[in-house]
Every structure is written in C-alpha cells, then in structure tokens.
C-alpha cells in the first residue's frame, strides 16, 4: 500500500488491541491493562480527557445563548440527532452530527451517536439493571432468536467486578428477575412514587414492584472511588456535560483514566477502523487496518488479541468490511447471520397523569435517577397474546409553577415570588424487548461510501406485531395501575418514533451455541476466528427490557479475563 | 474555565455554529445576530420599550437594564421558524398604529399605566382571518413573544441567578417528602 506509514510493524504491534473506548471498549481496556496486558485502544473520534475537555460543565443557564435551546438552523440540518432528548446546547457537541456521518435508512432509523473518546459513556442515561435468568432462557423458553450460550451464573461474578468499579446506587429489592448488586446506598423515592409502589403491592399481590431505579453514581461514602480520582455525585443533574466530580461512571473519568496509570495503555484517537486483518496462512486474525480521520492516511496495527467494540452497529460494519478469501462475506460469517438479528427497545410508549394527595409534600434538592418497573408481564409463564414484556420508568414530581400572570410590576412580583403548588405530576415511559428477527438487519450499502471511503452502513429495522400489541398492553396496564392509585387527568400517547432512539440497538453479531446460526461463542469469541472479542451491545443475543450497557461491561470484564487465560495456556 | 473560552468551545466543536456573536452582544457584533429579521433602530427600541413596561425596574433591575431586548431577537433571530419570524416582525410593524388606534396616543406617549392597559389588551387578541384580524393576530403573537421571552431573559440572567435568586449547580441532596408548611419563603420585592 502506497500511502501506508512507514513506522516500523514492531513500534505498531501490540498484546491487545482494543476497538472502541466507550463503555465496553474502556472497560476491556482497563481489565487488559489490569493483567499486565500491553493494550492500544483506537477511537475514531477525537480525545475527551476528563475535566479538560468538558467545556460546558460549569456554566450556568444563563450563559447559553438560547438558554438551552437549539436553534433552527441546527434542527434544520440535524433532523435526525435533533430529536435526541439529549442534544440540546450544553451537549451537542458530543454528538454526531447527521451531515457527518450519512448512513442509509432502508426504514426510518434515528442513529444516536458519540463519536469521541469516551463515546456514548460521556451522555449515557446511566441506568443499570442486572439481567436475570428470566432474560438468558427467554429465547430457548419462548422460541425466538437463538439459545443464549451462558447463564446468569456465568456472568453474575462480573456484575459484581464493574458494580463495584463503576459505582451503582441502589436497594436490595429482592426481585427475582431483577437480581441485587454490589450496591451504594441507594436515592429515596418520594413520597408519592412509595404510595404509588405499596399501592401496586397491594392491588396486584406483590408481583407488580417500583423501586428505586440503580444507577451508575456514587452516593454516600466515595472513599472507595477516591483512587480513582472520583467523588460523589452533587445531584446536579447535568451529566451530559462530563462531570467534574466523577460523580457518575463515564469511560473518561474512570476506566481510561485507571488504565492510563498501569502504563499499559496507549490510546490511539482519531482512527477509523477500516478492517480487521486476517491472515489466511496463520488462521487468524492480525491487526486492524485504519484509516486517519483527519490525513486520511492507512496504518495498521498488530496485536494478538483484538476486541471490536465499536458500539453495536459499528461493530457489525466493521466485521462486514473485513473480508477475505477465507470470508467473502465478513469476518467470522460462515453462518451469514452477520449483521441480522439486530433489535432494539419499544419506547414509543408513555402514560401521564396528576394527582391531588399528599399535597402538604413538596421534594427539595436534586436526584440523578427515578422509579422503576421492573417487567410484571410473562415472567413466570406466558400469559398475554404477545411475547415478552417491558419494564417501565415511573417517577413524580411537583413544583411552583412561574406564575406569569399579569404585566408591570404585578408580573415581576409574580415571578419573583412562585406562589401556589401545583399537583403532583406522575409519569412513566415503557423499555419493551424487541424480538431480533431475521427480516431486521444491517449490511454494507452497494455503492453509497462514507469521507474514508468505507461503505456507508444500510439500516432496515422495524417494529411488528408483536411491538404493536405490547404498546397497547403497556397504555392499557399503567391506565389500570394509575387509576386505582387514584391518579386523574391520565393521558396516554404513542410516538410511533423510529427504532433508534431508544439507542439501545443491540445483535447482529449475536452470541449462540451453534456456529451455523450465531457469531460467537460463550466467551464472546467469534466462533471462526477466537482471537476477536465482541461484547458490546453487536453480542446480544435477545434485548431483555433492562438497559443493557451494564451487561456490556460485565461482558466486556470477562472475555478480557477470558483472554489473558487463554493466552497462558499458550 | 473562562466562559468565552468555553464557549468558543462549543461553536468550534459544534460546527462553527454563529452563536457566539449573539451571546456577546457587543456592539461590532451585534447586527449579525438578527440577520434573519429585517429590525430597523427604531423597531428595535420599540422593542425595547414594551419590554420595559412587562418587566420594569423598580427596587431591583428591570428587563431594560439586563439588555433584554437583545435577547428577545436573538431568540427570535435565531430559534424561530421563518414563518414565525414573518408573524413576528408583522407584529412589531403593526404595533405602532395598533397602539394609536386602540389608545389614541403614540406608544411612548401613553403613561406607565396606559402602556401596560394596551399591553394587556394585545396579548389577548386571537385575531380572525379577515385581513384586519390577521394583522391583530400577528400582534397578539408579536406581543405574546414578546412577554414569554422577556420573562425568560429577565428570570434566566445573571442578574437574578447571581444577586437575586441564586442558582445553584450543586442543588444538594434530595429530600422526597418535605412539608411544605417548613419551607421558609422569603420575600423578593420587584
């Protein structure tokens, strides 16, 4: 290759190389470094150091120019990101932009991206709730998808591993399908959302649960993360932006930083991954070949271990890129299930509603997380005309409203001074599991080429039946439970949004027992080629309704741990 | 870090969006900034004086002493629709004879009390779809804008999160279930 660099293969040859420095790339990364493992990590985006490239992490309200707002220019040009809770001004430059990075949406598909070191973990919604064995057997019991390879067994140790790393707040709740972790103290719910919750005990015999929803942020006593330069979270609320206390878990404050100080770490930033290279004569996989996303120069690197974690759909393109004349259709794809099967979660779904009691109460100070409804439906067996469930969020609140009445004087006064309190405002969003199927995927577009000339990604997926149906149970359902809470005003809507923002897409490079009809094995190694690790949301099997980047990192601990095992044995 | 640092920040990893002259508001830039509307120096303190009568100084700042007419046209230079815009700078042009006809008087000669009256009365016109009525109608959006953007340059600004009801990016712990009955209030006289 003409324009390959010229530093010598040994300065460009590594132990380990990780793809990827979001959540589950840092998180192989750091585990890799942990072992002694001499481990480069190549983003494609630009560097993010924590707290020096936060710029907007302390300023105040005031000193955005719309004060928050996008403009219309920016919506005009970004219809896609724009509709990203998110993407407002304080955060957008974390985002991608849609003129950036086109990709082809066979069917409308809102593509949420961070392309930056650090990814997504700088503005995730930092949710973690462990997935149980109700979610692992759902496929085999219900018969979609294929068979998880592992258990909740195989994987409950590594929960424990990155909860107390990352720090998650939580109770011990005690729900079967929704297991207990290594837990800081947890946030309270408020007054309204306990009455809610031992309302839904009551009526519905202890099988309906809201608690506390876990979350990646350390509360009450932060000694534990002061090694990693972490304190605790101050409530503020404005994650998004970085935080300057460390107070949530995000690749940039914890992992990368930890993985830096055993010296073991090289990072790598603005390198597009063309492909992996596979080397026909040895068997196996070699490097990665990458692109300069700013001098559009090729280097490639080496390593004996690789592991592409470049967030779920990406990891698919790569591998789709990567061919050979072992694989004409993509590394590892001797099934051809390479880039199907991906799915997502339903949150087109949500309930409101008010309500009159406990209108002595007001809250005061500020929270990082919410309730949670942990899935009721088809647990234990299947019971509904659909298959599955969905987990929902559930929270209330009240406040002052401005009071803008009048003009003048009387207007300042008004505004000066909040009088009345409002009702009690109470709502819940639906997290449905979507069922992969084959008639969802992803795939190389024929002619269409990205700024690197890397084959811009085709994406087709799409709701079915089976989402319409629990949509309509989820609205039916929380009516029913907020109605015998006594709640009023309840007003249902479906935003019929596109998969995607959600950003929970999830398969295409699923894990399963058989190399005929999956792409990885139980230790999350491409069946073909066992020196590649996937364990970013490309692995998943089944999208259960839990947020699943917790799952990722856990994956991501073990096939490290699983690597550098199986390197010894060498 | 410096703000105008950071928020340069922003406009360069953000695409160069041409936010930063808008928030300055420093005179060589100021124009730029409603490059979208088509605002002469007279409108613009018409402008000015309607935000004065919704917010005005008393025993603390008013929305004139806060530069909340530059506001307002940002707002509306750079976070509205064009057909919005259009409502809006139709708006403003009709005001002068809308104050005349329904007042009797120029705006500026009405008193304090006569200002706010008139203020009054135009935001609640809904306007019809007659040629007159849409004309009230664009009035009534004018006027409405106006105030709800006023409210928010004037509430979400230095002055009042600083001095006045200081913000708090560290809002503390959260307490669930407060009595309200213990929440002490104190007073802010306008």
């Known amino acids: 290759m003409a324009n390959l660099n010229l530093r010598s293969t040994q300065e460009r040859t590594y132990q380990a190389i990780v793809v990827g420095s979001g959540i589950s790339g ?22 993010v150091k924590h707290l020096k490239d936060y710029p907007t992490t302390n300023m105040l309200p005031h000193e955005f120019p719309h004060r ?109 399908h929704l297991p207990d972790g290594e837990f800081l103290p947890g946030y309270d719910l408020n007054v309204v959302e306990k009455y809610f919750a031992e309302t839904m005990k009551k009526e519905y015999g202890g099988e309906r649960h809201v608690i506390s929803a876990r979350c990646a942020h350390i ?26 206390f460390g107070g949530y878990f995000s690749s940039n404050s914890s992992t990368i930083p930890w993985a830096l100080k055993t010296g073991n770490l090289t990072i790598r930033p603005d390198a ?48 789709l890129n990567s061919t050979s004349t072992r694989f004409p259709n993509g590394l590892g794809n001797d099934s051809g299930v390479l880039g199907k099967y991906v ?46 469930g969905y987990a929902a969020g559930f929270s209330a609140g009240r406040g002052q409203g401005p009071n803008t009445d009048g003009i003048g004087m009387e207007l300042k006064n008004n505004l000066l001074n909040p009088g009345q309190y409002g009702p009690w405002h109470v709502g819940s969003h639906m997290m449905g599991e979507t069922l992969p199927k084959d008639s ?38 929380m009516t029913e439970m907020f109605t015998k809470a006594g709640f009023t005003n309840i007003q249902t809507s479906d935003s019929k949004q596109a998969p995607g923002l959600d950003i929970h897409e999830m398969g295409g490079v699923r894990m399963g027992k058989d190399p005929k009809t999956s792409m990885l094995n139980a230790n999350h190694q491409l069946h073909a080629v066992p020196n590649v690790y996937v364990t970013d949301g490309s692995s998943m099997t089944s999208t259960s309704t839990q947020n699943p980047s917790l799952t990722y990192m856990a994956f991501a601990a073990r096939a490290a741990h699983h690597a550098v095992a199986e390197s010894k044995k060498k | 870090m410096n703000r105008r640092h950071a928020l340069r920040h922003i406009a360069l990893i953000s695409g160069g969006l041409a936010l930063i002259p808008s928030c300055d508001f420093s005179k060589e830039d100021i124009l730029a900034a409603y490059e979208n509307l088509k605002i002469t120096a007279t409108q613009k303190a018409l402008l000015a004086a309607i935000s004065d009568s919704i917010i005005p ?26 057909e919005n815009q259009e409502k809006f700078t139709a708006g403003l042009q009709a005001f002068p004879d809308y104050a005349e006809k329904t007042a009797g008087k120029k705006f500026a000669d009405l008193s304090s009390k006569e200002k706010e009256t008139l203020l009054l009365q135009g935001l609640a016109l809904t306007g019809d779809e007659n040629p007159e009525g849409t004309v009230l ?50 007073r802010v006289n306008g």
């Open chain 1, 219 to 244: 509360h009450g006593n932060a000694d534990a993360f002061a090694a990693q330069g972490r304190g605790s979270c101050q409530n503020r609320n404005l994650c998004q932006r970085g935080c300057p």
């Open chain 1, 68 to 176: 928050g707002q996008l403009t219309e220019k920016i919506k005009e040009e970004n219809p896609v990101i724009s509709k990203c809770y998110a993407f407002r001004e304080d955060a957008m430059h974390f985002f991608v932009k849609d003129a950036e990075h086109p990709y082809v949406q066979e069917k409308p598909f809102d593509w949420i991206r961070g392309y930056q070191v650090g990814g997504k973990s700088l503005m995730w919604a930092r949710q973690v709730q462990r997935w149980s064995d109700f979610d692992f057997e759902g496929p085999a019991r219900d018969g979609f998808a294929v068979d998880w390879p592992i258990r909740y067994k195989d994987i409950e140790k590594w929960y424990s591993h990155v909860e107390k790393f990352a720090g998650v707040s939580g109770f011990k709740d005690g729900i079967a």
């Open chain 1, 440 to 477: 969802n995927y992803v795939a190389l577009d024929g002619s269409l080429k990205d700024e690197w000339g890397i084959p811009q990604l085709k994406v087709s997926m799409d709701y079915d039946d089976n989402d319409e149906k629990m949509v309509k149970d989820y609205l039916e359902q």
């Open chain 2, 137 to 186: 109608a664009q009035v009534g959006y004018f006027l409405s804008s106006t105030k709800r953007f006023t409210i928010q340059g004037y509430m979400v600004s230095e002055y009042i999160q600083t001095e006045i009801i200081p913000y708090s990016l560290i809002p503390g712990e959260y307490n669930g279930a407060v009595l309200i009955a213990d929440i002490q209030k104190t």
């Open chain 2, 57 to 82: 100084a008393g025993e603390i700042k008013g929305a004139l002493d806060l530069a909340v007419p530059d506001f307002i046209l940002v707002m509306v230079n750079d976070c509205f629709t064009k």
């Open chain 1, 26 to 47: 840092a998180w192989a990364a750091k585990e890799l470094c942990d072992l002694g493992v001499k481990t480069l990590m190549i983003e494609r985006g630009p560097d």
């Open chain 1, 343 to 388: 799915a997502f979660h339903n949150y087109r779904a949500r309930v409101s509603g008010e309500y009159e009691g406990h209108a002595e109460y007001t809250t005061t100070g500020g929270r990082p997380t919410s309730g949670y409804f942990p899935r009721f439906r088809n647990v234990y067996k299947q019971e509904t005309d659909f298959l599955r």
């Open chain 1, 272 to 319: 597009v991954v063309h492909s992996v290279i596979y080397d026909e004569a040895k068997g196996k996989a070699t490097g990665v070949r990458i692109i300069d996303r700013l001098t559009k120069e090729v280097e490639e690197f080496y390593a004996d271990v690789l592991f592409i974690n470049a967030a779920a759909l990406n990891t698919n393109a790569i591998l």
